[in-house]
């Protein structure tokens, strides 16, 4: 039982429960409680010093909207933003309930019941976080789709790396903020509906996070593919493997590693360019929740921005720990250490 929970702790990368597990299976406990104060203690007293250092600064810190808000003001306003989404979500069940009675009557009068009209409400906070997090997966989910074919094609034909390379080096480091002019003309002039499936600003900060986080998937396929044994390409030859077969159980395997290593890169590229696309696009995401607070310049909007500032960070934590969970299950060193 002890070992299965260190190995579960081990590939979700919660390595530091281990000692506690440790401890509770009464295994050197001296050495277990020096390494829960290594691995828990030292990182909460930093924490404690980073907090007592914002604070300090900021009752220095004078801005048009008065001081930058501290800790404590913005938990405030992360409460309050708690309590603006439960309030909308009453409302929303208050609005539904309404037409359901209205219905109920009509219906006991013998008359037809009207369709349901969808609630309009603008979105919380919470919903915007929700917006972000489909808009950078689907833009993901794109990069991959794309990148994963491509960088096998490199990987196994040195002369196609060599006409695509060029063209990697030079639009893997343009900025989102060059694309996305360019792909909000391309979606203005190509997605032209009277009823469209999804709304354009969703479309151009998808699209704006595709064309910025598949380079590194991309090139870490092609490396990985390229590298690989070349006794697997020649068992292949021998066993007269068909290119499917080859490539699916024999190429995407060996490379799998190097594949998630690239996922993980490009996750995290994208929910950094899903911000600024959501800023210049209105995807009505966390980054124009940043942009509108901005530009509101209430008394409260700098607290807010500071909590959204805190939430895109743990969010993108959360989701570079979930592909290193996922890079640690495919990787042939089980003996890795998640860090």
């Not at 390595?15 to 390494?35: D, E, F, S």
């Not at 593919?225 to 080859?246: H, P």
């Not at 008394?299 to 743990?314: D, T």
Request: hydrophobic content about 50%; charged content about 15%.
């Amino acid at each position: 039982m002890l070992n299965r929970s260190v190995r579960f702790f081990e590939l979700t990368g919660l390595v530091w429960l281990i000692p506690i597990a440790n401890l509770l299976a009464g295994k050197n406990p001296k050495q277990q409680l020096t390494n829960l104060a290594t691995s828990v203690g030292v990182p909460m007293i930093a924490f404690l010093i980073f907090l007592l250092m914002w604070s300090v600064a900021a009752q220095n810190v004078k801005t048009s909207l008065g001081n930058l808000p501290g800790p404590v003001q913005t938990w405030e306003q992360f409460q309050g933003l708690v309590v603006e989404h439960n309030a909308a979500r009453e409302r929303e069940a208050s609005f539904y309930q309404r037409q359901d009675e209205r219905n109920a009557k009509r219906v006991a009068e013998g008359k037809e019941a009207r369709a349901i009209r969808p609630y309009t409400g603008a979105p919380t906070f919470f919903d915007q976080i929700l917006t972000s997090l489909y808009t950078v997966f689907v833009g993901f989910i794109i990069a991959s789709l794309i990148a994963i074919p491509v960088g096998i094609v490199c990987g196994l034909n040195n002369t196609i790396y060599a006409g695509l390379n060029p063209l990697i080096q030079i639009f893997r480091p343009v900025s989102p903020l060059a694309w996305l002019p360019i792909v909000t003309m391309v979606v203005s002039a190509l997605y032209v509906s009277d009823d469209p499936l999804f709304a354009k600003s969703f479309v151009i900060s998808a699209f704006t996070v595709t064309l910025c986080s598949l380079w590194p998937t991309l090139i870490n396929t092609t490396v990985g593919v390229a590298t690989m044994d070349k006794d697997l390409i020649n068992v292949c030859r021998v066993l007269r493997l068909n290119w499917i077969t080859k490539i699916f159980k024999v190429v995407i395997p060996a490379a799998l590693p190097m594949i998630f290593t690239g996922l993980r890169l490009s996750l995290g590229v994208g929910w950094m360019v899903l911000i600024a696309a959501e800023m210049l696009a209105q995807n009505p995401g966390l980054g124009k929740f940043v942009w509108d607070e901005f530009q509101n310049g209430s008394s409260n909007s700098l607290g807010r921005i500071l909590v959204a500032v805190f939430v895109i960070g743990i969010i993108g934590f959360i989701l570079d720990r979930i592909m290193l969970t996922l890079q640690k299950a495919v990787s042939h060193d089980k003996t890795q250490e998640i860090r």
